[in-house]
């Protein structure tokens, strides 16, 4: 989340990306995902690829007579996971190096770490950026991994430095926040392939939330038994002490929401 309620009510995606803040999260998101941005102007309509989007920094592609209309994500496919990390400032919450992976097939391994296409970084250029350069056609085992992260600081250059973090601590970060990334998004994806275990009814679901000693009232068994079924995430929301922490860690993991 970033900004507080009256920001994030009021923003939106478009507005987001169109600043393009290299901080921000969506535009490194958005990059992984291979999304288009569609504009309208004067001479028309017209489909802009997230990697042709991003130029600099506060900078895209968008003519100054242009208005971003629409944000089109491909939809998730078997055998595919995505994940985003990130090291959050924390008074705004935006990255201060954040990363978002996105292997899947497409004609290779099903579980490969092909950073080329499906990979992004943020906060590190000016721009959030794909990582290219990266070794390709990987089975996703933990050396593999391990290598891919390794190779993170040959591919980076005009590393950003500023009061929240030198280009030094960026570069030195960069490995960490892949490998997390890549680990994540690989889990996700053998995931998806896997069966979940669901409670069999929403009464079964608040039973067992009751077992736990949790207020199970109908709203949140609802809740949780539908973001379980249609592996979705669930946003949760409340005052401390509600144990939001612990609802999430024993019961959402099983969502694995992308």
């Known amino acids: 989340m970033i900004g507080d309620l009256q920001v994030r009510n009021a923003g939106t995606i478009g507005g987001n990306i169109a600043h393009a803040d290299p901080a921000s999260d969506l535009p490194t998101v958005l990059l992984a995902l291979e999304a288009k941005m569609h504009a309208m102007g004067p001479r028309g309509q017209r489909s802009i690829p997230a990697s042709?989007?991003?130029?600099?920094?506060?900078?895209?592609?968008?003519?100054?007579?242009?208005?971003?209309?629409?944000?089109?994500?491909?939809?998730?496919?078997?055998?595919?996971?995505?994940?985003?990390?990130?090291?959050?400032?924390?008074?705004?919450?935006?990255?201060?190096?954040?990363?978002?992976?996105?292997?899947?097939?497409?004609?290779?391994?099903?579980?490969?770490?092909?950073?080329?296409?499906?990979?992004?970084?943020?906060?590190?250029?000016?721009?959030?950026?794909?990582?290219?350069?990266?070794?390709?056609?990987?089975r996703g085992s933990a050396t593999d991994i391990s290598r891919i992260a390794g190779e993170v600081k040959g591919v980076l250059n005009d590393v950003l430095g500023d009061i929240y973090a030198s280009a030094d601590a960026r570069s030195a970060m960069a490995p960490v926040y892949v490998e997390r990334a890549l680990t994540s998004a690989l889990a996700r994806a053998r995931w998806s392939q896997t069966p979940a275990m669901l409670p069999a009814s929403i009464d079964d679901l608040q039973a067992l939330l009751e077992r736990q000693l949790y207020v199970a009232d109908r709203?949140?068994?609802?809740?949780?038994?539908?973001?379980?079924?249609?592996?979705?995430?669930?946003?949760?929301?409340?005052?401390?002490?509600?144990?939001?922490?612990?609802?999430?860690?024993?019961?959402?993991?099983?969502?694995?929401?992308?």
């Not at 939809?75 to 990390?85: E, K, P």
């Open 52 to 138: 042709e989007f991003f130029e600099g920094m506060m900078t895209t592609s968008l003519g100054p007579d242009e208005i971003l209309t629409s944000v089109e994500v491909p939809s998730r496919q078997a055998g595919q996971g995505m994940a985003y990390v990130k090291f959050g400032h924390p008074a705004s919450r935006y990255a201060v190096i954040g990363c978002c992976g996105n292997p899947h097939g497409q004609g290779r391994h099903v579980h490969g770490c092909s950073c080329r296409d499906w990979w992004s970084a943020a906060c590190c250029d000016p721009a959030a950026r794909q990582l290219n350069g990266l070794s390709k056609g990987q």
């Open 219 to 258: 709203s949140l068994a609802v809740s949780v038994y539908l973001a379980l079924r249609l592996r979705r995430p669930l946003f949760v929301e409340g005052e401390a002490g509600v144990e939001r922490q612990r609802l999430r860690k024993r019961w959402l993991p099983r969502s694995k929401p992308s």
